[in-house]
Antibody, heavy 121, light 107 residues
Framework: EVQLVESGGGLVQPGGSLRLSCAASGFSFSGYWMTWVRQAPGKGLEWVAN????????YYVDSVKGRFTISRDNAKSSLYLQMNSLRVEDTAIYYC??????????????WGQGTLVTVSS | DIQMTQSPSTLSASVGDRVTITCRAS??????LAWYQQKPGKAPKVLIY???SLESGVPSRFSGSVSGTEFTLTISSLQPDDFATYYC?????????FGQGTKVEIK
């Protein structure tokens, strides 16, 4: 059974940092692109970043470029999102998602339960 | 960035109704479009990928179609479990973008 479990969310002041983790199991993690998607309270979905199976390619939405870094550790079947210089508008539930197609970026067939990041003074 | 314009934003319907949700892309996305269903407090669930392919385990009352840059999600006979918010997403180019969502409510 595929499972994605996020952790690391919490309350942080503007300008602060957080590192989100996503522990994956039940599939061959090293064979899939992985993605972070966020959802502000009461709002729609926003794609944040994704990473190729070997970490050699990474893409970001403009609003987080230079502040967020996506990474992965295939030996630990884990995905990460390092978030620096956090802003109030980064407040959201952050979901980790598995790309559907083996070795190719695609849509997302499995999602974690999400972890809430609140940026507030 | 590719804009995904979804309509309507809210839809009131009854059990048994045929429901149609539309998503228009601002440019060609080569049918790289997915539809997701999200219920309150839950993660999204993929229903349709590549514009018209039904995800495994998804009921056949859900279907997707495309005409140019206009994509449609159809629920042939709305069931009580289908009251939720639906999102389209393009995965043709970066950044990936979602539609703003369509909330399907009980009439």
């Amino acid at each position: 059974e595929v499972q994605l479990v996020e952790s690391g969310g919490g309350l942080v002041q503007p300008g602060g940092s957080l590192r989100l983790s996503c522990a994956a199991s039940g599939f061959s993690f090293s064979g899939y692109w992985m993605t972070w998607v966020r959802q502000a309270p009461g709002k729609g979905l926003e794609w944040v970043a994704n990473i190729k199976q070997d970490g050699s390619e990474k893409y970001y939405v403009d609003s987080v470029k230079g502040r967020f870094t996506i990474s992965r550790d295939n030996a630990k079947s884990s995905l990460y999102l390092q978030m620096n210089s956090l802003r109030v508008e980064d407040t959201a539930i952050y979901y980790c998602a598995k790309d559907r197609q083996y070795r190719s970026p695609s849509c997302y067939d499995y999602w974690g339960q999400g972890t809430l990041v609140t940026v507030s003074s | 960035d590719i804009q995904m314009t979804q309509s309507p934003s809210t839809l009131s319907a009854s059990v048994g109704d045929r429901v149609t949700i539309t998503c228009r892309a601002s440019q060609n996305i080569n049918s790289w479009l997915a539809w997701y269903q999200q219920k309150p407090g839950k993660a999204p669930k993929v229903l349709i990928y590549k514009a018209s392919s039904l995800e495994s385990g998804v009921p056949s009352r859900f279907s997707g179609s495309v005409s140019g840059t206009e994509f449609t999600l159809t629920i042939s006979s709305l069931q009580p479990d289908d009251f939720a918010t639906y999102y389209c997403q393009q995965y043709n180019s970066y950044p990936r973008t979602f539609g703003q969502g369509t909330k399907v409510e009980i009439k």
